[in-house]
């Protein structure tokens, strides 16, 4: 027995010193002979420029600031060099700079392994570097390296598209081995989406030292790649003028081409990226948090709205697509409508009623009754298929990161979201943009785009990457091109007639515009309710969000402008009067040089007479 102990203690002694020394002369051999290399070659990376971005004019969006980090030579401590005296020097040139913090930030990354310079202050500018480099570049312990800080010209303006660079946090530095080395990333907007293109390559140069980590030789050098810049379709001077509209509502403005190139997107409040980029105060970020109006929310691709009746066409489309003959029919609009034996009452917002209505006249002066009907004939599974199609409740595909889906809610989705089976009474409600349904402002203007020209085109904020244009993309979606001219028509008389629900904002402009408007319930109305209370008189966070879509000009589209007002009330009244006005700014800024003013003048003249005409006859 004595002699079996004595067997097992001799192998498992020997087991130990075998695995030992497989960890010190195999495994970890690579680990030491990097050490090795360390010790006789200096590899130093060299940051790139980050790329700017422009806009179309070629203003400045994001830009570098030029200035100057600081460094402190590795192992003071070790040199009878006291730490603390090379920073209180420092101190004594910078007074504004924080000594434990630079102490804390030396004594985290010095070990006896690291014989590089330690960076402890990122930024100094380069009006205060000059009044101090003399006496400062003799110091032998500090080391001076050029570099940049990314600046925001425009502030609030561009905040929600340019979006803004920070502090590289360790997912990023783990997936990304430029950021880890520069020390920042993008964290919105096209910053964040651009960002591998716009942080550039790393430079390097290997340099032979001496065991004093004294240079001898160059043995290797690469230089950076950097300033691969962005060029935006986005004008400032209107994205300004669109601010000013706005006000101190919220709110949210794109102006887009009807082939996609977004020329402004305002989402109001907005904020100032600049505050990001060293890193926000406790103080200011509790203020935007603490705004009730969102000012850090990209509104137009990061926040859903029930779409309400700028929907209509689409779900008329999406009659006509699945039963042709039941859109050719007239529906009586009493006021309301009763689903199955139901008591209760899908009202109209006209309690009085439309009378007979067609699908023009349904459109022109907003009728639910009519779509209440139409929805029930083919239902909700077909109604949300086509809506998809045309670009609703998808992502858009805008060259911008996180964007949402919004909801076009069908039996498959409340099944798989709530469990529940789906009711007509839903069906109704969809069929009007309410209920489930939520959409983002981008969708709804990328879907108005579709409606005047038949294509559904792909939004893009960049126009030229590093001097390359980007190429659009659009596809074409075919429906009976009888109910697409019909719907088009209608969309002109919301506009143009005095029966439009636009008409008193949109119908004198110098260029003429087809739209629709929405006013998006966000509490329900109880059923003893019969007389609604006025937008105005109800509470703020109770008040219908104001939408107007619209396309211009009428005949040969070109631009596509949709706004919505948060809590704005009614769509002709309050989102109206600022799309007429970006119309106005448009036309009196060139964009419609194909449409002289003395023509559109002439062209309106006729229609009225041609409408008093009609009346008289």
């Not at 998809?388 to 498959?412: C, F, Q, R, W």
């Amino acid at each position: 027995m004595r002699y079996k102990i004595v067997i097992f203690l001799f192998l498992g002694i020997w087991a130990l010193m075998i695995s030992r020394l497989y960890q010190v002369s195999i495994k970890s051999s690579y680990y030491y002979e990097k050490l090795a290399k360390e010790n006789i070659e200096r590899k130093e990376y060299m940051n790139p420029v980050r790329g700017e971005i422009v806009d179309v004019d070629g203003s400045f969006l994001a830009i570098n600031k030029i200035g100057f980090s600081l460094s402190i030579a590795p192992h003071l401590d070790k040199k009878s060099v006291r730490l603390e005296d090379v920073i209180s020097s420092l101190k004594s040139l910078f007074p504004d700079i924080n000594k434990s913090v630079m102490e804390d930030i030396y004594r985290k990354k010095s070990s006896p392994y690291n014989h590089k310079y330690i960076k402890v202050i990122d930024f100094v500018s380069y009006g205060d570097m000059m009044k101090v480099y003399p006496s400062l570049s003799i110091n032998k312990h500090v080391r001076i390296d050029a570099q940049t800080k990314r600046y925001y010209p425009y502030g609030q303006y561009a905040a929600h598209i340019v979006g803004y660079i920070g502090r590289s946090n360790k997912k990023e530095n783990d997936k990304d081995f430029v950021a880890k080395a520069v020390g920042r990333a993008g964290k919105s907007g096209l910053e964040r989406y651009y960002n591998t293109l716009l942080q550039g390559e790393l430079g390097y140069t290997v340099t032979k030292v001496n065991a004093r980590n004294r240079a001898l030789e160059v043995l290797e050098q690469k230089d950076p790649v950097s300033n691969r810049n962005l060029m935006l379709n986005l004008d400032m001077k209107l994205q300004k003028y669109i601010y000013s509209l706005l006000k101190k509502r919220a709110a949210i403005a794109i102006v887009m081409k009807n082939t996609g190139e977004v020329m402004s997107a305002v989402s109001n409040p907005s904020y100032d990226p600049n505050l990001f980029v060293d890193g926000i105060s406790v103080k200011n970020w509790k203020k935007l948090q603490n705004n009730l109006g969102h000012p850090f929310t990209n509104k137009f691709i990061h926040a859903v709205y029930p779409p309400a009746s700028v929907i209509k066409m689409g779900v008329a489309l999406a009659v006509s697509e699945h039963d042709k003959k039941e859109l050719n029919r007239d529906e009586n609009c009493t006021g309301h409508i009763n689903v199955g034996k139901s008591k209760h009452k899908f009202r109209c917002w006209s309690k009085w009623g439309h009378g007979t209505v067609g699908l023009k006249r349904s459109l022109v002066e907003s009728c639910d009754v009519y779509y209440y009907n139409k929805s029930l004939k083919i239902g909700i599974d077909n109604i949300a298929q086509t809506l998809k199609k045309i670009g609703l409740g998808i992502k858009t595909g805008i060259d911008m990161p996180s964007e949402y889906n919004g909801v076009i809610p069908d039996k498959a989705w409340k099944k798989k979201r709530y469990g529940l089976p789906w009711y007509m009474g839903e069906t109704v409600i969809a069929a009007i943009g309410q209920g489930y349904s939520n959409v983002t402002p981008l969708q709804v203007a990328r879907h108005t785009a579709f409606l005047a020209t038949g294509k559904l085109v792909t939004p893009m904020f960049t126009k030229k990457i590093n001097g390359h244009p980007v190429k659009m993309k659009s596809k074409r979606i075919r429906f009976d091109t009888r109910y697409m001219n019909e719907i088009r028509s209608a969309m002109f008389d919301v506009c143009n007639t005095k029966v439009g629900t636009a008409y008193k904002t949109m119908h004198d402009l110098p260029i003429k515009v087809a739209g629709k408007t929405g006013t998006a319930q966000v509490v329900s109305i109880p059923q003893d309710v019969k007389e609604r209370a006025k937008e105005e008189d109800m509470a703020y966070f109770k008040r219908s969000h104001a939408w107007i879509t619209t396309y211009a000009p009428f005949k040969k589209p070109e631009y596509i402008v949709t706004v919505l007002v948060e809590h704005g009330g009614h769509g002709g009244s309050t989102a109206g009067p600022i799309a007429a006005d970006i119309y106005k700014w448009l036309y009196y800024n060139g964009y419609f040089k194909n449409h002289p003013f003395e023509k559109v003048q002439a062209e309106l003249k006729t229609q009225e007479e041609n409408n008093e005409t009609k009346k008289s006859l």
